[in-house]
């Protein structure tokens, strides 16, 4: 199973990106996927995540209102809208893949997409 993180780069404050996630998995339409964040010699946080039907998201307090979690099942795919973006949000972003069906788990995770935000 691969899931590919894009669209991280330099941004300035202000600024605006959209990371995408692609799951080469059959088990993306039953998995919550998530997005988590990591700055070098900090834990890894959560920064939002969504069920599988998309009906439901939840969101890092810190980041609700600036920053939005979709999916699109039919592309294997899922994204996050950054918006009013700000230097402390510098972080390697990733993927995750969670999910259960009968006496199988999963739990996957990208290779990170870098996010850079200059003041």
């Known amino acids: 199973v691969q899931l590919v993180e894009s669209g991280g780069g330099l941004v300035q404050a202000g600024g605006s990106l959209r990371l995408s996630c692609v799951s080469s998995?059959?088990?993306?339409?039953?998995?919550?996927m998530g997005w988590y964040r990591q700055v070098p010699g900090k834990e890894r946080e959560l920064v939002a995540t969504?069920?599988?039907?998309?009906?439901?998201?939840n969101y890092a307090d810190s980041l609700k209102g600036r920053f939005t979690i979709s999916r699109d099942n039919a592309k294997n795919a899922m994204y996050l809208q950054m918006n009013s973006l700000k230097p402390e949000d510098t972080a390697v972003y990733y993927c995750?893949?969670?999910?259960?069906?009968?006496?199988?788990?999963?739990?996957?995770w990208g290779q990170g997409t870098s996010v850079t935000v200059s003041p």
């Open positions: 998995a059959s088990t993306f339409d039953i998995s919550t």
């Open positions: 995750n893949a969670k999910g259960k069906l009968f006496a199988s788990r999963w739990d996957y």
């Open positions: 969504i069920t599988p039907g998309g009906g439901s998201t």
